[in-house]
Nanobody, 115 residues
C-alpha cells in the first residue's frame, strides 16, 4: 500500500523553471517505478518522465533536454526539474507509482506557463 502526494506546481512565465516533487509513503520498499504524467482538458494523459528501480529513465520527446527526473536513494521521492518552460507545458501533472502489480496516482498539481 502506497500513498502519493505531489507538490511544487504553480504559475510561471515562458522560459522559467519549476520543480515538482512526488513523495511516496507507506510500504515504499517494493516500488518498481515512479514517473510524471500530464493531462490537458480534452486530451489523453501522457507520459512526461519516468524512472524505474534500476535507475533507467524515459522522457517524452517534447521535454527532452528541458526536464530532468531524479529519485532519491530510498526511492521514496521523485523530483521533476522543469526548465525552459513553454506555454504548451501547461497541464495538470500527476505522479504515478508502480508498486508490485498496482498503480497509484497522486492527486495532480497544476502547472501554468503564461506571460
Amino acid at each position: 500500500q502506497v500513498q502519493v502526494v505531489e507538490s511544487g506546481g504553480g504559475g510561471v512565465q515562458p522560459g522559467g523553471s519549476l520543480r515538482l516533487s512526488c513523495a511516496a509513503s507507506g510500504n515504499t520498499f517494493s516500488i518498481d517505478a515512479m514517473g510524471w504524467y500530464r493531462q490537458v482538458p480534452g486530451k489523453e494523459r501522457e507520459l512526461v518522465a519516468r524512472v524505474d528501480s534500476s535507475g533507467n529513465t524515459n522522457y517524452a520527446d517534447s521535454v527532452k533536454g528541458r526536464f530532468t527526473i531524479s529519485r532519491d536513494n530510498a526511492k521514496s521521492t521523485v523530483l521533476l526539474q522543469m526548465n525552459s518552460l513553454k506555454p504548451e507545458d501547461t497541464a495538470v501533472y500527476y505522479c504515478r507509482v508502480l508498486w508490485r502489480w498496482t498503480i497509484y496516482w497522486g492527486q495532480g498539481t497544476q502547472v501554468t506557463v503564461s506571460s
